[in-house]
């Protein structure tokens, strides 16, 4: 029996649970889960646990170091200086924040906010864990929800419904409104039960209509049919009617037009119509017809087939104007949608017939439904003029076929686009049975000849109009680390995501200290890549402080005012170092590398007034120097820290200025801003008398102690005896009172910030610049190592290693897409880069980035864009499309459409961007040719 199974101890004849330890609670739930996990299927119930309560429980448990923002996490790496707090037992379970303001009803009926996302607002646990948290800790509300399965059958996926439908039921009788919860994997047959128990009447006496938008869209009268395939939207109405024999009495619609009587029987599934006049509701008025091939009328589709016979559209004065309509954060989905409606070879390929090209078979597509849908919307968008549509079929397809778009949550227009692009190809695909190809080893031969056998073992598999317009081809090189092993692949790419150059690299400021003495503590501000080495910040450290090729840096993070780690593997990395943390180098002579190290750990008189106060305290950096003996003597210690110590010795009353550079800071690439021979000059205030007669007898006065690794113990150093130390550091304690102060400049010692307040100057913080599209393109094709989560397999090593990656351009599409990365994720961090992007709208040129010359221009224009505005909670989605044939620009929000001049698309909310090749090497707009500089 396992402990999940034993249950709880009980007293007072089983009134109350006695209860478990937190270790015990952790383990049962474990078991729980991991129970639950071995048994998904549909029906099954969860249930939703604010996240403010459950990581309170996780964190009593033991569980809450996974759960600790990773801003936070450097603070978990210091836990051995500062006592963690020991989490308390949780109060009763509380849910009251995920609610809805006013809510009522209870269960599945209770509301929870729109906006919450998993794992920030809430937690989904099982009914037998949920169960036991109750009968621990009591609380609620309760808030119980299904697990469905989506997808079609060879693709179903588990997911629970934490939003199930609300629908707004309309009493025909008296316009009375009435809200019904009820599962989008619900039956017609299931809505209709709940009405009835809703209004009292028996289910033969209505009929129930998709009233979407208060307009008679289609009865709902098919039992077996659910409502996810009637594409029945969240908050959206239906209209209940009485039946009086066999119809349904007259009515007003919402315009208060009378509505003749309807004929109750079943309805036909709905047609895409691409041609003829548009009514208010956004359908043609050859709504009903079904025509077959060869029908006289043009853009019809005839759907007996189940598959449709396409006939090429009559395009309407000014088309390719029609707003979409915002079903519940949507607009993700309407601005990508909006960009792809305005690709001019995707606009002429679905509005001719492609039936012969959908691809039922392929088991990657989705049966060549996605594709028709999608073909159905665009004919729509541009045979409406300028009404609004509703794409609510294709939002129905979509979420069948990627459940992580179902549901009224803000998504990402890029992901989508993505998933879109790639099911078109899928369902289009013109290769039905796709060959096995085994790939050949790069073996040094010519690149033409490896790009040209990429290629076409790519196209045996993959031949779509999405391949002939949107796929391109790059060239990637991998190198071994190790055994310099090359491995060369040529790629195909869609579109290409491009980091921002501030996403790409880091500004990282180390100060440098000296450690045998020979000069004063400078800082260095130096760019390296985020995902860069030890090494690497070495190396960038080492040329902007003009490091001398008989000398060697040793990193180090210092932390409550000690060394708290050393970076002494050069291939660490750099991902391991916080933004927040305080680094410092110590600068020695080459010789120095292998001996014994000495840290000096500064402490003064813990009271304001240094001889009346009591105890001491650690303050300012630790210092680093080389002992010459593996077992030094206390004259050996004090002669190592004296000369440490001397350059900061008071000669004046001196303040520190520069004679180059402002603070010896340096920026790009870690070329240094400041020259090798730049020289501190001192501004002199003479001393006294007295301070001078001091100073010339001056030997060294301080009191050493020899200390542990955690500054526990303390032990006095006499110059004759033998400082004894295990490991191959000793670490000291440097007493500094009022007369130390006097004759040393501690400020050096200070952290950076303080250091140069006293002296006049700060460390500027410079406004985020415009960047380039160039440069966001030289980032994305810069080299870099791998991450540790991303190592290659070497063939020459048989080990996975952190490879160095380099990407190439080799060929380019017809429409090439760029996907400006301003969105970075972790799993309780989520940031958006709002840095404006300069991108050309005529003639970006990008001759230089394309390693092939195969005849193709490499000039583009721009025809549309994605824009995101505001933050991750509560951002929203536009579309900027230009018109090809007006050769002017609209704004696409969603339902409304405007004009816009050309001069105000460049705007930093440019997320996606979409380029169309100019054939020709002339000018195809205004402006002069945009190269990368």
């Not at 040329?543 to 660490?572: G, M, Q, W």
């Not at 040129?845 to 000039?859: I, P």
């Amino acid at each position: 029996m396992t402990i999940a199974d034993s249950g709880c101890l009980m007293e007072n004849g089983g009134s109350s649970c006695l209860p478990c330890t937190p270790e015990e609670e952790r383990q049962i739930v474990k078991e729980l889960m991991d129970e639950a996990e071995l048994d998904l299927k549909e029906g099954n119930l969860y249930y939703v646990i604010s996240s403010r309560w459950f990581t309170r429980w996780e964190s009593y448990v033991g569980q809450g170091i996974n759960l600790v923002d990773e801003q936070q996490s450097s603070d978990r790496q210091h836990m051995d200086v500062i006592p963690s707090r020991i989490a308390e037992r949780p109060g009763p379970i509380d849910n009251s924040d995920i609610v809805e303001n006013g809510a009522e009803g209870k269960g599945d009926d209770l509301g929870l906010t729109r906006t919450l996302l998993e794992g920030r607002d809430y937690t989904l646990v099982p009914l037998k864990v949920w169960e036991k948290l109750v009968q621990w800790y009591k609380g609620g509300p309760t808030l119980p929800r299904k697990m469905i399965a989506q997808g079609v059958s060879d693709k179903k996926q588990f997911s629970v419904e934490v939003y199930p439908l609300h629908l707004k039921l309309i009493d025909s009788r008296d316009n009375n409104e009435l809200t019904v919860t009820i599962s989008r994997k619900a039956s017609v047959h299931q809505l209709y039960e709940k009405v009835c128990a809703l209004t009292g009447i028996q289910q033969e006496k209505i009929i129930i209509w998709d009233y979407f938008n208060k307009n008679k869209q289609e009865k709902l009268v098919d039992p077996n049919v659910t409502l996810e395939h009637c594409h029945l939207q969240m908050d959206q109405e239906i209209l209940l009617e009485l039946q009086v024999d066999g119809s349904c009495p007259s009515q007003k619609d919402s315009t208060g037009n009378e509505l003749a009587l309807v004929p109750l029987e079943p309805s036909r599934a709905s047609l895409s119509i691409a041609g003829g006049p548009t009514l208010s509701n956004g359908h043609s008025n050859a709504y009903s017809l079904q025509l077959r091939p060869g029908s006289a009328s043009s853009g019809v589709i005839d759907s007996d087939d189940g598959l449709g016979a396409y006939h090429p559209v009559r395009k309407v004065e000014r088309g390719g104007l029609a707003g979409l309509q915002n079903m519940g954060n949507t607009c993700f989905m309407n601005s990508a949608l909006q960009c792809l409606a305005h690709t001019p070879p995707l606009v002429e390929y679905f509005l001719q017939d492609y039936s012969n090209e959908i691809n039922t078979e392929n088991p990657l597509g989705m049966h060549g439904e996605l594709a028709i849908a999608f073909g159905e919307l665009l004919r729509k968008l541009w045979s409406s003029g300028k009404a609004t549509i509703a794409p609510r079929p294709f939002k129905g397809k979509l979420a069948l076929f990627a459940p992580q778009f179902s549901g009224y949550n803000q998504h990402d227009s890029q992901e989508l686009l993505a998933f879109l692009l790639d099911g078109l190809h899928e369902d289009l695909n013109r290769v039905k049975q796709k060959p096995y190809i085994e790939m050949k080893d790069w073996g040094g031969r010519p690149d033409e000849e490896v790009a040209n056998e990429c290629w076409r073992n790519h196209k045996a598999r993959n031949d779509s109009v999405i391949v002939d317009v949107c796929h391109g081809q790059y060239k990637s090189t991998l190198v071994c680390p190790t055994c310099s092993k090359i491995s060369i692949t040529f790629d195909p790419f869609m579109y290409l995501s491009l980091p921002l150059p501030s996403t790409v690299t880091r500004s990282i400021t180390v100060t440098v200290f000296y450690g045998d003495g020979i000069g004063l503590p400078m800082p260095f501000t130096v760019s390296v890549l985020k995902n860069g080495l030890i090494r690497d910040l070495t190396q960038a450290l080492a040329k902007s402080c003009c490091l001398r090729s008989d000398e060697t840096l040793l990193l180090a993070e210092v932390y409550d005012h000690r060394i708290y780690r050393l970076f002494e593997n050069p291939y660490e990395s750099l991902i391991s170092i916080k933004d927040e943390e305080y680094i410092v180098a110590y600068r020695f002579p080459h010789k120095g590398s292998g001996r014994k190290k000495l840290e000096i750990v500064h402490q003064e008189r813990s009271g304001s007034d240094f001889p009346k106060g009591s105890g001491w305290k650690d303050f300012g950096t630790p210092l680093l120097a080389f002992l010459e003996d593996d077992s030094p003597s206390g004259a050996d210690v004090e002669f190592a820290v004296s000369k440490v110590l001397s350059p900061l010795q008071r000669t004046t009353s001196s303040c520190v200025v520069l004679s180059g550079k402002e603070n010896g800071f340096s920026e790009g690439n870690g070329e240094s801003s400041t020259k090798c021979n730049d020289k501190y000059e001192m501004v002199d205030e003479p001393m006294d008398n007295v301070e001078l007669e001091e100073k010339s007898n001056q030997e060294l006065s301080f009191q050493l102690f020899l200390t542990d690794d955690r500054c526990t113990s303390r032990k006095p150093i006499f110059k004759d005896s033998v400082v004894k130390s295990g490991g191959n550091r000793v670490k000291v304690l440097l007493e500094w009172t009022e007369k130390e102060h006097k004759l040393y400049d501690h400020s050096y010692l200070k952290d950076l910030p303080v250091v140069f307040h006293k002296t006049g100057f700060t460390a500027k913080k410079t406004r985020q610049e415009a960047v380039s599209l160039f440069s966001c393109l030289e980032a994305f094709l810069t080299e870099e190592p791998l991450g540790p989560d991303d190592m290659w397999y070497c063939p020459g090593c048989k080990e996975h290693r952190e490879a160095t990656k380099k990407l190439d351009l080799w060929t380019l599409p017809e429409i090439l897409v760029f996907h400006l990365k301003r969105f970075s994720y972790s799993r309780y961090l989520k940031n958006k880069l709002d840095t404006f992007v300069d991108f050309p709208i005529h003639n970006l040129d990008l001759r230089k980035f394309v390693k092939r010359a195969d005849g193709e221009s490499c000039m583009y224009e721009l025809y549309a864009i994605s824009n995101h505005y505001g933050g991750l909670g509560g951002g929203h989605y536009t579309a900027f499309a230009k018109l090809m044939d007006e050769n002017r620009w609209y704004n696409f929000d969603d339902s409304r459409v405007s004009p816009v001049n050309e001069a105000d698309i460049k705007t930093s909310a440019a997320y996606v961007l979409f380029y169309q090749r100019v054939q020709s090497e002339t000018k195809m707009g205004s402006g002069e040719t945009s190269q990368g500089s």
